[in-house]
């Protein structure tokens, strides 16, 4: 019996129509366009601005998306995954608010957190229950509202983010020119201090206090979390390449997580890759968390032939981080 393997077999997005630019952020705090290009690369981000409308909206969104592209019957999904680090709430889990709202009924549905590395992690865990045979119709959903936990008074962290969800659907294949190929992830828990939310969970709930204090957002000593971004990402990348016997040559795109361009920069050069094999989309996004790497496939789609070899790479808050090879699995119609 053939060997099944999982592969991508649509994509799906929702972007919020809100566009907030450098220029709006320089009237809100002392930062301006020159500084925010040239450290990070970002001209604007979306924001979500629907009142009391969270992940779960953008993730249902993403699916209808999905659903419109793909003609998926909602009805034979049998896996809801949702990446998150902004969940509508603690409880219950925004995949289960996703699931009813999307009318999926006949699937399991759990949320995981792997920040900016979500993706990875969940592309990973997916592909396990599908080559085990457990499941065959997979969403993964990576939806973050991450205006809900950016401080706009903080213009270390208010340039970097924006809002955004994605919906990927993943499938059993015996095509052996397809699908996931390897897995390069890792967790170290050395970053946990320089990239966190310091209350509002089990070990400092929400107090007046802690709202005044305002550590209901994300906290981030940038530097600390450059100098290993920018090493940990592009050694992921390039260990896939050497233990797949990848040469640039055989690398068709680039995927990386959006956080820096100077991050970026740093891993495709490492990979010996030139900038038209590398998918940038931060100037129009920022750093939309687990979302940025599907977003990228999502605005690519229609470049990607069937069997192109891509490089997944992201790092992100824990620390967590990583590289993915899969080979495409459809040419886009
Ligand atoms: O996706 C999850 C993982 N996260 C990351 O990968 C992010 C990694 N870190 C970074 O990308 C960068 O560290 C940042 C973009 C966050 C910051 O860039 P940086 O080049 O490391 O700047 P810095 O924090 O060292 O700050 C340099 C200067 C400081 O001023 P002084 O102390 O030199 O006078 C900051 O106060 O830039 C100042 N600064 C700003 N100036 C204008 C910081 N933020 C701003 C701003 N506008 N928005």
């Known amino acids: 019996m053939a060997k099944i393997n999982a592969v991508i077999t649509g994509v799906g997005a929702f972007l919020p129509e809100y566009r907030l630019t450098n220029e709006e952020l320089s009237t809100m705090v002392d930062t301006n366009d020159e500084w925010i290009m040239t450290r990070v690369g970002i001209k604007e981000r979306r924001i979500l601005k629907e009142e009391g409308e969270g992940a779960s909206y953008m993730g249902v969104k993403a699916i209808e998306d999905l659903v419109r592209k793909t003609g998926l019957n909602l009805d034979e999904v049998d896996l ?108 170290d828990g050395i970053g946990r201090n320089w990239l966190k939310i310091i209350a509002g969970g089990s070990a400092k709930p929400a107090s007046h206090e802690t709202i005044d204090a305002h550590e209901h957002y994300i906290y981030q000593e940038g530097k600390q979390v450059f100098k290993y971004a920018v090493t940990r990402m592009a050694d992921a990348a390039a260990e896939i390449m050497e233990r797949n016997k990848l040469t640039s040559d055989d690398i068709a795109w680039l995927v990386p997580h959006q956080a820096n361009l100077r991050i970026i920069s740093a891993t495709a050069e490492r990979m010996e890759l030139n900038k038209e094999k590398v998918m940038i989309n931060i100037e129009k996004y920022g750093n939309t968390t687990s979302a940025t790497i599907p977003l990228c496939l999502y605005e690519w789609e229609k470049q990607l032939k069937k069997g192109d070899n891509l490089v997944l790479a992201a790092f992100g808050a824990g620390f967590t981080w990583g590289a993915l090879y899969i080979k495409w699995g459809y040419n886009s119609k």
């Open 80 to 187: 809801v995954v949702c990446t998150t680090v902004t969940p509508d709430a603690p409880v219950p889990s925004t995949a289960a608010i996703i699931c009813d709202r999307a009318g999926i009924h006949n699937a399991l549905g759990f949320d995981m957190n792997g920040a900016c590395s979500g993706f990875l992690y969940g592309l990973d865990l997916v592909a396990q229950y599908i080559r085990s045979g457990s499941k065959k119709k997979v969403i993964l959903v990576s939806a973050e509202k991450m205006s809900t936990i950016t401080d706009y008074t903080d213009r270390t962290t208010c340039v970097l983010f924006g809002d955004a969800a994605t919906a990927v659907l993943v499938e059993p294949t015996e095509d052996e020119g397809v699908g996931l190929m390897d897995s390069n992830l890792y967790t």
